[in-house]
């Protein structure tokens, strides 16, 4: 890893008051979740995320779709957050303001430890209704076709499908952090999912620093003043220790 990025992040980091993280798939990649765009494993070789992770798709056949995600969540409850969730969760106590964006369905940040988290596209440990408002947490096997208990319709996870609209909510307090920030991090992620891809030219019309950690070149990377290429778990802690060399 290039000590001189690291150094330079550090120093970005150490003038802002204001930081938001904005991580994808390669912000799990290194707890054992593929990502969707790197060589894949099991499931992912035989298929393209966009064209299953859709309404049309559940609507076609639910239980194929159930079988995905039914393998993603039993995966989900094998694994832990690295070194690199547990710096960004420590980070929020070493500036003014941290907020975590992800697009990251895993929910490993919170188990980290990060507080401020919004969560553009659901959970993989959120199975909803359907119909109606019934919804579940936790990662028990739910079966091969589940139905809601209350009103008998079909139950589905709680994440957001391609084509289907981000949570308001979720996607103008994310606009409205990157707006804001000194800094934008932007850590494991292709940049190709829109409108998530977009935090981060918000975030240089805005005047914020860029920091992208990723060991590759991305669609992002012609945003970033400074590009750490490396894999998180080693940056992020890498960072911090230049950071704290420069005095809290
Ligand atoms: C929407 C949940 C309104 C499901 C996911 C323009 C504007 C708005 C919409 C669109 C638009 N253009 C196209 C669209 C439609 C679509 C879209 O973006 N399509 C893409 C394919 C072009 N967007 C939508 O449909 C969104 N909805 O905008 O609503 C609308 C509706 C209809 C029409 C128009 C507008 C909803 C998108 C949400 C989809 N749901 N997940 C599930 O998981 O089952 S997306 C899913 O894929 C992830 O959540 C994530 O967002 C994405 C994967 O991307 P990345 O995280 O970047 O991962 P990737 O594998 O690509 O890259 C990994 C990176 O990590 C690599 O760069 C690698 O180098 C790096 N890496 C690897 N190891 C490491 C590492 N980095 C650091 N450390 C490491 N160790």
Redesign the pocket.
Known sequence: MEEKTVEQAAEFLHRAGSVCAS?????S??SGIP????EQTGLWTKVK??EI?TPEAFARDPVKLWEW?RW?RSELAKIEPHA?HLTLAEWESRVAELVLVT???DGLHHRAGSQKVIE???R?DVVRCTSCDYQIVGLEDLGADPHCPECEARLR?G????????PPGALNAAIEAAQRCDVMLV????????????LAGAAKTYGAAVIE????P?ALSGYADVCVR????E?LPAIDAAWRRLGS
């Open positions: 991580t994808g798939a390669g912000m990649a290194e990502t969707f765009r790197d995320p966009e992770a995600y993603r690199g697009q990251n369905v553009l596209h659901g993989l996870p994440v957001v499908w391609f084509g289907e609209m981000l850590i494991g992620t292709s940049g190709v999912v829109q409108p998530a891809a977009s950690v990723n060991p590759n991305t490396s894999g998180c778990r940056a």
